[in-house]
């Protein structure tokens, strides 16, 4: 396992944290906002995306069946899609994910810091 | 040696292969976390794997192929639901509840919420889920054995799969339940990419003439709710349509809407299965849990992907006309493109992935009442190593009885609408909760507990009056296919998600916001650092 993350997982000494202190760091607030302009927007875009297939492929049945690529139809190019925005985005969060890790690993390094 | 005979042994060698895991998991077995969390040892690919096992049930393997055998395109919309799901699971759950809790959902609840009422509110909502979705697995297991193995009646198939998950989760626990999933998915992605290549063999491995021959199959569906017989509707005009149109399952004045609904249900109700969040708490850490969730939907949307070849292929090379069940779609495929020992193979893999399955369901059930309800709710919170696996372990064999039981009972039920059932409750009860505590300071134990219910009674209300249960069928259905209710439906949709999962989120944020809740509030400064950071995550 990565290094990093296996230190922080260890308790810094349970439950007498001051949760409220850290909740108030400014580098917990900067990871915390970092993380949400990440995950929102990505939900929202992968909702809408994903709504988006189920109307057009419900009501919309004249686009829906027009052939591209050959024989294969906007709908079945559409669901297919949907895997490939899947996964990019699911890549795209892994890779970001590594710079939330490192940000959590200062704060946590901080926090032990200033127990000693 | 029969074809039968065939099938028979290779049930035998999965039976013994799954028993020597079991054996195998058993002397490694002491603490409440080995018998939950398989010791938290469980790496990223081998937690994916059994993501990935846990998740692909017979609905998905049997059921996917024969909807796409019968209505073509429409069938392949719940591959795609299927998968998207994995992006909530991944952005907003998998993470947080590995950092936050220890082995059940309500473990992330009872953080800043008050213990009991939370606690034994979620086990309720947990124990619905996993019942519901269990019976839907045990009756579907019970009538598959019974006609790949005629001698094998539903009966004792019912009884053989009940005993085999109560050994493996009261001898082995997580960590043979674990492995079990893994053998199962590595068997399931073979054998559906075996069957795929042989399919394509079929078409000289030329995609497009494959869908060439899929723009040639046709189906037809009656308008006003008509029913076809003999190419003449009985109420309204027959529309024909290819099999890679949509419209052939989803169609008329609600058909669309539906279609929304059930989308809803799967990419949102996923995040709140509990045997698929407890397999995020067998994982070291949270950076695990995330890995283990990119190689389930690596394997997941790979095997969705081949459902194409699966659904199609049996509509093409077998054709619905020979289909007497539709969850034969992908064994008949095997043995028209394979023969007998293909088929004997696959029929083995749809009887692993229900084992494995089930065993996940019991684990899932057995821990919600024995971790939560026994050691928090009625010992108050003192645990006793010894006394929780004791009690753990009578819960799977009592839950593994009942649902012998239930299934005997409901063997000549339709239970098709169980699945999808299970979905919207998980997604209707247990999503906004799971994510409200996580991300919204204000919520609190009474938005809790309401949004819970109103979840959990709407969507199993409106299931109840809706089309999947409630219709008038013609005289002479078998019941197996008739509805349980004859009289007319009052509610249009066959999948309540469409209104429940708004309720139940409205309902919890409504409550919140109307009662006041001082301790929860400051709470969430704990629940947010340790979600984002790990600290005091459990080891």
Redesign the interface.
Known sequence: MDDAVSRSERPVTAATQDWQAIEQDNDFRTLVRTKRNFILPATVFFLVYYFAFLIIVGYVPEFANASVLGNINVAYLFALSQFIVTWLLMGLYVWRAGKFDAMAQRILEKVRGGQA | MTKEMQTLLMFGVIVVITLVVTYWASRRMRTTTDFYAAGRRIGGLQNGLAVAGDYMSAASFLGIAGLIAFFG?DG??Y???F??A???V???VAEPLRNTGKFTMADVLSFRLRQRSVRTVAAISTLAVTLIYMIAQMVGAGSLVNILVPTLDYNLAIIIVGVLMICYVVFGGMLATTWVQIIKAVLLMGGTFLLSLLVLSHYNFSI?AF??AI?HVTGQYCTAGGVLKNGQCTVGVPVTKTF????LK?HGTF???D??SL?LAL?LGTAGLPHILMRFYTV?????A??S??WA??LI?IF??LTTFLGFGAALLVGKEHIKNQNLAAPLLAESVGGPIFLAFIAAVAFATILAVVAGLTIAGSSAFAHDIWVNVIKGGKENEREQVLVAKVTAVVIGLVSIGLALLLRNSNVAFLVGLAFAVAASANVPAIVLTLFWRRFNTAGMIAGMLAGLISSILLIVVSPAIMGIDPPGTPASAAHLIQAPALFPLENPGLISIPLGFLVAIVVSLLTRDAAAR?AF??T??RA??????E?
Do not use: C, K, W
């Not at chain 2, 984002?532 to 995550?537: P, T």
């Open positions: 395109y392949f919309m591959s795609v639901g998968l998207v994995y992006l909530t991944l952005f907003l497009s869908f060439d723009n890679l149109q949509p419209g989803y058909g669309q809407l279609l929304i989308g990419v070291p850490n949270a950076r695990t995330r890995s969730v990119v939907t690596v949307g969705y992907i400051e400064s704990e947010n650092v984002n950071l790990g600290i005091n995550a080891e």
